[in-house]
């Protein structure tokens, strides 16, 4: 990945490198007023979340509107910070809420009518945030201090001799996707159902736990177990107070989160989860889309430009979709040549070349509920100028558009265009318009570095005599090694000035025994990156 795409990333998504290694425990801070559907939400609900900075502050007893043309409903958060409305008639609401003379609100929520599934949303408030005046209530008896596992020993898998086996027969919790206290169960307890769409529980279903003992902390993934015929798993033994979880259960060949929750400190916590298997079909795939937070990265590279999709693929359904032995493909922009996927990526993407000038992203298998990420970074050639056509096989929702700011750089089709400074970098922030499915993203960008032919050819030739000349003086008394980095170095810039000069060729007109255009851009893109990893080291 190009050096300014790598720090426009963490910018872009506001986060950390340690947290980009963490992706299981989000900031919450960068979700705060993003309606999110959540299959384990009933149809008709919508979950506002009050949070004082992270998940291990809830903001409790506190007044939610949530406000359409047609009224305003009321509800209170509770312990966990939530505040659920049940009921909801089909519309479009803002949940809004206040403390401290702080105003939060939340981005339109779209409720549907059954199937689709309900709405979670969190608004977060800044850590320092006072809590609000509450009046002084009697004293309340102290709650017993929780169990904790035995020093010099880790959290078992196994349930442990206080846990009554009648307990864990006791019957689950709603799949409403909250974390519920269970008397029946020791503190640091927790038992997590898994059930299907008739609510009857399913054995043999992998779950993971995943643990950060604090904000700062680095997250445990926790060895995985298989649910039991009555659908549970139980983890004893485990840190209450600030400790965070999330869990994930493996079934139809992808893995399905929960929410990042807290244990109760009182008491034993249950979860049920309830696993949807995938949809198919023309209808289950014209709901995808392309959401608003996907970015389009342009880095400047003479007359090339290193274009670095971020895009997130959402699926609003509660269950995941299923595309087929074809796959879901995402057509690049027209005349994208040597595309590479990002390290790390879902295992389940690939890139197709086989026709030349048409290359697309692949997903092969379940595309989970939610929003999946992919990115891909690709070449495009300009001469000063380039008309960025990108077609759309699935809706476009408004994209951001990211390029480092020239005197004579232009751009045409982006509003809302914003300057920003960032680590040395001068960047543009712009908004392209989206698309339905069958249309087209356009864009055109004037005003980029271009030299002529000639200028080239001439400038070239003089830079590689001023180097021979250099490496000529600079040879003797010059270490072996540091001779072997020169020589190489200096190959690399031929070989690097002679590909130029066949593209140069190729814009003429190609000629007998031409070597294809996208052949030739392979290998040039393969020299620049051997060049920046020679200057890095």
Known sequence: MPKLATLLLLVLLGVAPRVLAQPMMPDPAQMSGIPRPDPAVPSGTVTVRLLRGAFSNPIVDQEVTLTSPAGTLKARSDAAGRATFSGVPVGVYEARTELAGIAKSSQPIQVAAAPAPGIRVMLVF?????????????????????????????PSLAVPSAVAPSALASPPPPADGQVHPDAALPAGTLRIVVVDEGSKPLSGVPVTLYRRAGAEAQVEKLPAQNTGEGGAVVWAGMPTGPAEYLVTIARFGFEQPTEPFHLDATAGSALTVMSRPPVTGE???????????????????????????????????????????????????????????????????SIDQSSPGNVSLV??????????????????????????????????????????????????????????????????????????????????????PSEQRATRLIGGAVALLILLGFLYLSWQGKPDEERAVLTARRQLLAKRDKLLGELLDLEDGPSRGARPREQVMTELTTIYRQLDEADAS
Do not use: C
């Open 283 to 349: 209808e289950a795939r014209r709901k995808l889309s392309l959401a608003s937070n996907s970015h389009l990265i342009f880095d400047l590279h003479e007359d090339m430009l290193q274009v670095t999709e971020m895009l997130r693929i959402n699926n609003p359904m509660p269950q995941a979709y299923e595309p087929g032995p074809e796959g879901l493909r995402i057509p690049l922009a027209e005349g994208a040549v040597a595309p590479q996927l990002a390290p790390g990526g879902p295992s389940t993407l």
């Open 363 to 448: 997903w092969k298998g379940p595309l989970p509920p939610g929003e999946s990420m992919v990115q891909v970074g690709f070449m495009l050639r300009h001469t000063g100028e380039l008309t960025f056509r990108q077609p759309a096989s699935i809706q476009v929702q408004d994209l951001r558009v990211v390029i480092e700011k020239r005197p004579e750089l232009k751009l045409d089709g982006v509003t809302d265009i914003q300057e920003r400074k960032w680590q040395g970098h001068d960047l543009l922030f712009g908004q392209l318009a989206g698309t339905s499915e069958g249309g087209q993203l356009t864009l055109t960008i004037t005003g980029l």
């Open 126 to 154: 800044p850590k320092d945030t006072p809590a609000a005046a509450t009046s002084p209530s009697p004293a309340a008896p102290s709650p017993p201090a929780p169990s904790a596992p035995v020093a010099g020993t880790s």
